[in-house]
């Protein structure tokens, strides 16, 4: 196995040893679990940068890596629903279209009909890993407890505030949403040829 497709697998991995840490009540596991998150998203931009420059590019690649970016993200947002600072909900719409676009694009990879990543869904992208690691590195700070006035001031305005952090999501999940109807609306006539309607 090629070294890209070795960091798509290890981000894989990653993923559940990031949620293991991440409910733990244990301060330094807490801690860690920024660390393993912040490495799962360094291979996934190191494992990008290889296969281009190299040429490094396989099928299994084309599937494996945006189904580990998302995987990756899912189990980041599930974190803060298990620990009820997000609602169920939110999430789920946002897995649900992630998830949906991701398939159609392999699967239109497997058929050699590319469907293009839009520049909204880049965006969209961007809103929801700053989103996540505004959170943990939150989060990183007031379990460190590095400054009283600070941690005090994150805690109580951002980690403890579920109605600012929900908001924050909802505009999230309607920026995704409209990422993905957007998606099908300009993909239309090339999804027609996926599933070969008449």
Do not use: C
């Amino acid at each position: 196995m090629i070294l890209p497709n070795q960091l798509t697998t290890l981000r894989i991995i990653l993923s559940p040893a990031f949620l293991i840490l991440f409910l733990s009540e244990n301060v330094f596991y807490r801690q860690m679990s920024f660390v393993v998150f912040l490495i799962a998203a360094l291979t996934d931009w190191y494992d990008g940068w290889l296969a281009r420059k190299f040429n490094y590019i396989t099928d299994w690649g084309r599937f494996m890596d945006p189904l580990a970016d998302k995987i990756l993200v899912s189990t980041a947002f599930f974190a803060y629903v298990i620990i009820d600072k997000i609602n169920l909900w939110l999430v789920l719409i946002i897995v649900i279209r992630d998830f949906a676009v991701t398939g159609l694009r392999i699967l239109g990879e497997f058929k050699k009909i590319p469907l293009h990543t839009s520049f909204s869904a880049k965006i969209k992208t961007f809103l929801q890993m700053g989103f996540i690691y505004f959170l943990l590195l939150s989060d990183f700070i007031v379990i460190s407890n590095f400054e009283d006035n600070l941690s005090e001031f994150i805690k109580k305005n951002f980690i403890d505030n579920f109605t600012v952090l929900n908001y924050a999501m909802l505009i999230i999940a309607l920026i995704t949403v409209y990422t993905g109807v957007e998606y099908f609306w300009k993909s239309r006539k090339v999804l027609k040829k996926l599933f070969k309607f008449n």
